[in-house]
């Protein structure tokens, strides 16, 4: 079992940077793959970046590939997402989710956070 909280979100300029983390509980969390996901208003979910269990393998969708990094810290039982270079259309509710490897289908992952919202004003 794990449990996965969100933290970091806010109101930020476009251009400007935040820093997503997610704190896991359960010792298991260094076995599962992380990714994150965000939803915008009117818009279906939609996939942002995962990483293996032990870090070694990330992938990025195209429309946030060179802005964003994903990371994580076992020892800590927590996963970051540092977001750079945010435009307005990077407003959603954050995700991060807990799956047993790496991908970018929500389908794959079997725990989630309860969100945290970034909004980006022009």
């Known amino acids: 079992q794990v449990q996965l909280v969100e933290s970091g979100g806010g109101l930020v300029q476009a251009g400007g940077s935040l820093r997503l983390s997610c704190a896991a509980s359960?010792?298991?969390?260094?076995?599962?793959?992380m990714g994150w996901f965000r939803q915008a208003p009117g818009k279906e979910r939609e996939f942002v970046a995962t990483?293996?269990?032990?870090?070694?393998?990330?992938y990025y969708a195209e429309s946030v590939k060179g802005r964003f990094t994903i990371s994580r810290d076992n020892a800590k039982l927590a996963g970051y997402l540092q977001m750079n270079s945010l435009t307005p259309e990077d407003t959603a509710v954050y995700y991060c989710?807990?799956?047993?490897?790496?991908?970018?289908?929500?389908?794959?992952?079997?725990?989630w956070g309860q969100g945290t919202q970034v909004t980006v004003s022009s």
């Open positions: 989710a807990a799956a047993r490897t790496t991908g970018s289908t929500g389908g794959q992952y079997g725990y």
């Open positions: 359960g010792r298991t969390f260094s076995t599962y793959a």
């Open positions: 990483i293996s269990w032990n870090g070694f393998s990330t």
